[in-house]
């Protein structure tokens, strides 16, 4: 199963925002045991380094920290194709978000996780919360 996380989720991750810390970190530990291939956009990488460097102050600590899980993710970029269709498309209206739900497409995800579940209302990938994801996960293995 491929799944592509939405910047929020792993921001819920590596911040420990709570009530979602949980939920992602399962996520990620899927990830690192290779249960399921876990696919983020590159720039997420970069604006967690942003948010969490404010936070803990110690930029090599975050690098450190994000390095460590760059071998347990595919690792996508938004391309020109990507970037085009997330700028025609009327939903979702945000193009952070329609940028996110190209690459989930195109990268051939199953499923896209989001804590922003209004933000992606379409049927063209099956969306859902990280705590929703890990209940579908458990219920087929």
Not at 34 to 39: F, G, L, S, T, Y
Not at 81 to 106: F, H, T
Request: glycine fraction near 4%; charge should be negative; include cysteine.
């Amino acid at each position: 199963m491929k799944i592509f996380l939405d910047i929020n989720v792993v921001m819920d991750y590596f911040l420990v925002r709570e009530p979602h810390f949980l939920p992602a970190a399962e996520i990620f530990t899927l990830a690192k045991t290779n249960q399921v291939e876990v696919i983020v956009d590159a720039r997420t990488i970069i604006f967690t380094f942003f948010h969490l460097s404010k936070v803990l102050q110690d930029k090599a600590a975050v690098k450190a920290k994000l390095r460590a899980v760059c071998d347990d993710l595919t690792i996508v970029s938004l391309d020109r194709g990507n970037l085009i269709d997330a700028l025609e498309r009327e939903v979702p209206a945000d193009l952070e978000d329609g940028a996110q739900l190209e690459m989930a497409l195109s990268s051939g995800a199953n499923i896209l996780v989001s804590g922003d579940k209004k933000g992606f209302r379409t049927k063209e990938i099956k969306v859902m919360s990280s705590l929703v994801f890990l209940k579908y996960w458990t219920s087929l293995n």
